[in-house]
């Protein structure tokens, strides 16, 4: 239910709050309009999935949970956040503050539940939320 609540809060946040993130995600990776091919929209939907399970593996599983060995849980999140954040630095204000949000949400899920599958689909939804709002309803 929670995961329901989230979606919608970043649905309602990325349409309405923040209507300048569009301009970070004009070329939403550099697919070919996925929205004119249900297979190319499945295809990229897939890429996406093991695009960013790669990156929750490694932000949220592998360096969190090395870190969290040597410092608390919440230093090993912040210390974490610290590369996460870097990335989405150059996509402008409103990414980096989002990625910031995301990172502390996704953090403290994976803190929770000992597992990364929660970051993993909620970093999926929030693109696949994003780029349904530049393709869809812009």
Known sequence: MLYLVSLLILFAAARFL?????????DPYGMPEPRKSVVAFC????????????????FRGFLFFALKKIFSDWTALSIAMIP??????????????????????SGISVMRTHTVIWA?????SLNILIFVNLTWLR
Not at 18 to 26: G, K, L, N, V
Not at 45 to 57: C, D
């Open 18 to 26: 923040f209507p300048s993130i569009y301009d970070a995600f004009s």
């Open 84 to 105: 996460y954040v870097l990335a989405h630095v150059s996509q402008g204000l409103w990414p980096t503050i989002g990625s910031i949000a995301f990172a502390l949400f």
């Open 120 to 124: 993993i689909l909620m970093h999926w």
């Open 43 to 58: 295809v990229f939907l897939a890429l996406l999935l093991a695009y960013f399970s790669m990156v929750e593996f490694f």
